[in-house]
């Protein structure tokens, strides 16, 4: 039965470390999406997009192996909890992932760089986005519940920074018909980092859930 266990363990610490890795790799795509979008480099932009697909390959593993271990090990409580969340967590920044490839190649579809008040504004959003979802993989690593309910907690400050972005380009926009074409991708770039940070929420769900076993949606943020 103890040697049962300690399988048990190592295979469920396993998988948590493989989903932390691949954490660290979402977080590392968000951030180069970013730094292509503010610099204007195409060739860098073309490089993110290819390097999605590691993220992609990583996710159906971790699928793959939480479903494997259920089907054998059979877990009850706790133990069921965890790969279901590496599986959700896993699939969670698998998005991430996406989204900021399409970051990318909306870089590379803009005729030209952006007005530098438009991108100070977008880039501050996306590393808002990036911090949050890293503070996130953070706690998954960390077992740290309150971690992950500290940024849960503060989703609603990404949602207004999104909204005054998109205020600003908006506003860009009816002052200068002719910036409406990059405009539109400016849009669609300060939409996905939006979606990054909800996905840092939801993860945070995941992870509290995983170690509280209680859920948070009725919780109130701050």
């Known amino acids: 039965m103890e040697h049962t266990v300690r399988a048990v363990d190592a295979d469920l610490d396993a998988m948590a470390h493989d989903v932390a890795a691949m954490g660290d790799l979402a977080v590392a795509q968000v951030r180069a999406a970013i730094d292509v979008f503010q610099r204007h480099d195409l060739a860098a932009a073309t490089k993110v997009v290819r390097a999605d697909d590691a993220l992609d390959l990583q996710d159906a593993e971790i699928e793959k192996r939480a479903i494997r271990f259920i089907a054998l090990r059979q877990p009850m409580a706790d133990d069921l909890r965890r790969p279901i969340a590496a599986m959700k967590t896993a699939m969670q920044l698998e998005r991430c992932g996406d989204l900021a490839k399409n970051i990318a190649k909306r870089v590379g579809r803009m005729a030209a760089a952006a007005d530098p008040a438009r991108v100070d504004s977008v880039v501050a959003l996306g590393r808002l986005a990036a911090d949050r979802l890293a503070a996130v993989v953070n706690a998954f ?21 999104h909204d005054a972005v998109l205020a600003e380009i908006v506003a860009g926009m009816t002052a200068d018909p002719t910036s409406v074409g990059d405009g539109t991708h400016l849009l669609f770039i300060a939409k996905n980092l939006e979606r990054i940070g909800d996905h840092a929420t939801n993860i945070a769900e995941l992870v509290h859930y995983q170690l509280t076993g209680q859920d948070l949606a009725d919780r109130p943020k701050l």
């Open 141 to 161: 690593r960390q077992g740290d519940a309150q971690g992950a309910y500290s940024v849960w907690a503060k989703d609603t400050e990404i949602d207004e920074r």
